[in-house]
């Protein structure tokens, strides 16, 4: 349409609007809001199921094992697909694949909440893991494609903000929303994000593809990840319940192990692999997956087991127990943009090892109290934990996305989330069996020096690792709950001790790594 200006001069109004929304295209903060929002959905739908996961059980007659794959299916849908999704993205778009995955997972937490069985509940949860996976890459690799390496520090760490602010407000929002509506307005939830998320995206977001003609997509590459993944983390969640020396436990190891290799010898003869071995040439990408990896594993194995610590042994209630892990949560999400805004004029190195540092002091902190041990003790060092989370977190996703090209930003993208799940599923898996391998070593003697007689060893063991009193006769009560609560504090002290001692290893791997990232553009 043809409008007269002020002038007296023609002006095009569509040519002018045409302009205005292609300024908007691939502008980097404007991006960040986006990526960000699919973040948040993403977070904030994890947490907000978790607490929706005793209703769902009781009102569609669910067993037990069925609600735990509400989320497990979800968490491995995810987890084995991370790598390929990046891939993806790398090849036909990051946009495309953000988008794909905004109305995907949209649509299918919209059918979760019309389903009628626990069965269509769970296959749904799953095909959700799916399109999660290809969000998840892709809002790092937008970023990485909008911002130069050394202007990646304070966008990372505004993301990782918004996904502890969502993690923090998941079970509040998820508790509101169960209780004053139903277990279907959880999974709702999804609509109004998704549809604001789906508009944005469409108007801000540059596609990014960086397609090469003439190769197919490493098919093979996918299977084997996928399935080498798939065992780990069976294996590794299954671990804590079963043992590290239960058959199919060791067989599915055993059985991930191999099928690694032959995923390591399939991308050096790959035309165009799925996970370019050429990537961990890059000092800072090792040590980004490295930190990543370790950093995982303390962020979720050590909550795990200070959980069972602060309701089973200290007596604090649910809500409680709740309150002194968001106090972790929160100085994440405050320290987040501090942590940021000094890397990006010192670089990583110098605060990672910091943070590694302040993380290996609280745990030592940590392995200091015993079972009568003051919440305010408490408090002090989840602070502490919490500033040493932050620079860690950001810097290692820093070092990921810029020491990689931007041509595998999708791929970098892939393998920052993989180590997250990979390093939080064997923290919470191995951080359980040193508590009950040590609970196993100690407990039988001090049980029969009290005089206690009991029935199922096994069971005794099974109970104190999760800081409970074992079912014993020939001792008051108060006497079998307090060596189970020594006991206990015990086996905490040795799983919090070796996971100081990785953290102070990381802390020199930071210092000591060449962490200059890439400046590749191509």
Known sequence: MDTRSAGGQLTDTGTAGAGRLSRLRGHPWLTLVVVSSGAMMVALDSMVVTVAQPVIQQELSAS?????????????AVAVLLVGAGKLGDRFGHRRVFLIGVVGFTATSVLIGLSGTIVWVIALRVLQGVFGALMQPATLALLRLVFPPDRLMMPIAI???VLGGSTAAGPILGGLVVEHLNWQAAFYLNLPIGIVTLAL??????GGTVARTGTRFD????????STLALLLWAVTKAPERGFGDGGVLGALITSVLLGATFVWWEGRAAD??????LFRSVPVTVGVTVMTLISFVLFGVPFLLT????NVLGLTPAECGIQVLWLTLVMVVGGPVAGAVMS???????????????????????????DAHIDALTGWFVLMGMGFSPVVIGATRLILSGAPRSAAGVAGGLQQTAMQIGGSLGTAVLGAVVAARVGALLPERLSAAGAVVADPAAAVQHVSVGESPVVTGVPAATAASIADTTFVNGMDTALAVTAALAFAGAV??????LAPSQDSS
């Open 509 to 514: 791997v930071a210092l000591f790594g060449r």
């Open 64 to 76: 037990f094992t069925q609600v735990q794959w509400v989320t497990t299916g979800y968490l491995l």
């Open 273 to 278: 692999p799925l996970l370019p071995l050429s």
């Open 308 to 311: 069972f610590y602060l309701q």
């Open 201 to 206: 995206a469409a108007v801000v977001l540059r």
């Open 159 to 161: 993301r990782s903000a």
């Open 345 to 371: 004029r010192t670089g990583p190195r110098i605060p990672v090892a910091v943070g590694l540092l302040l993380t290996g002091v609280a745990l030592i902190g940590l392995l200091r109290l015993g079972p």
């Open 219 to 226: 098919v093979p590459g996918l299977v084997l990840l996928a």
